[in-house]
């Protein structure tokens, strides 16, 4: 590598980055939180909030989300008397920076030949993508354990320590349930994984269903929403977030939207191909001419869309799951990550050693 | 009467449920069902045409407060035919009422088979409790609490008393302002 990079590089990799996190993680994020209103509203046969309005227009209560955020913008940032004031203010700081990290290091599209350079857009290109991701993903309940601590409060130091028992329940069996797919792919690198299923033409999910089944359930305990919402527990109000109000609480609130991203972000690109259309061969699409040489733009457009549209489909499965089930006890998440998923997942995992090793 | 008892049978516990996963499968087959099946009214409603709602949500302060056909709710004092009211001023519903929100004074009544008549006849909504005791104790069916009204909110203790041409409608209700 030369230094200093071309400028085209940086502006480009910043450009890749900025896209990551405001066009995908936080544009969603914010409409996450009208699509978990409205469809839950929706499926219990309720209207749901529709009063947000500018100058009248309502548009189907699509104004809440901003309205949430100019009130969490314009709240008094309140800090408790008994906190420890630092780790108070940087406890959100490291969850919402974890989960940003994670947003970059997906794979939203390939590598794009076009004027005269490959663009690769990935945003963070690693070798050791799904590791540092997961290690980014565990890294965040740090953020959990340190605001439940610095708050004060016994109730936030109860729910942190719930954040804590549940990290310990599902964080072995979200690594172990990827261990055999990795294996088969033979990467730790998000780009290679989904080029090994576009060239054998074949999605992760179909390679190994119960690996799938294992990580969307240890992924759903990691987004800490409802099925394992131990750690907030919205019904009894001891979260790790009791003491935090205006954009500290905010940042928590995003944190658990990105992580959602993030966990449908990884299923997409290990499982179900990522970027990949069935039936749609990539390099053949950008090599055609005509449109006024832009078809690498419209390949390399089609990619991140479709790599998009998964994650969004994913985050609407794991939106109606946490609206019909109910929430696990604090012994139940330890039960069933250690003593039902973990041997599943190490019994997947030897399984497709052998067979793998036969095969070959 | 003899005791019924019925036994009922616990669900048992296959090896379907206690796998859970067909049980969340179900679940999710449920949840989602009602997520179309909503969505598709909510787009035929809101296409002009005709259908079920795809909500059972009563917008409350928009729409009128849907009451159940037994709901108990203001109080309306009742007439005779020949237009006096019905009261006897026999004191049971005042002696009766456990918040103590009816004032009864009575006088002596033209009519000399009713000997009684109430003279003022106040309920003081703010103390009322809505249990319904003075409709059950009175013994020449004067009061009923069937007006239909439950927007009975004032910026004032006073104007939370009706008397008795308010109850008995001959005079509307009118509420100072604040």
Known sequence: MTFPLPLNDVVFAV?????????????????LGWVERKQSAVMQDRIGANRASIFGFTVL????????AIKLLTKEDFVPKGARKPLHGLAPIISLGCGMFCLAALPYGGVVDYAGRAWDLTPIALPMGVPLVLAALAFGVHGIVMAGYASGSNYGLLGAMRGAAQMIAYEVCLASALAGLLFVYGTLDFTEAVRWQVSHGVWGIFLQPLAFIIFLTAGTAVTKRVPFDLPEGESEIVGYHVEYSGMKFGMFMMTDFFESIVICGVITALFLGGW?????????????SGLWGLWPVAAGALMVGSSVGKILLMLFLLMQVRWTLPRFRFDQVLDLGWKHLLPLALINFLVTVWVVYLWR | MAITVRTVKRPERTFATELYLVEIVKGLGLTFRHLFVNLYRHSKRALGLKGLPGSVTVQYPDDPAVLGKRARTRHRLLKRDDGAPRCTACLLCETICPAKCIRITAENAPDVTVEKRAKTFDIDLGMCIFCGYCVEACPVDAIHMDANEVELSSYNRKDMIWNMPELLGDVPKTPSRP
């Open chain 1, 15 to 31: 450009a890749k980055i900025l896209f990551s996190i405001l066009g995908v993680g936080l544009s969603i994020a914010g409409f």
């Open chain 1, 276 to 288: 990949s259309i069935p039936f749609v061969d990539f390099p053949s699409l950008a090599g055609r």
């Open chain 1, 61 to 68: 209560g699509l104004f809440h989300p901003i309205a949430d």
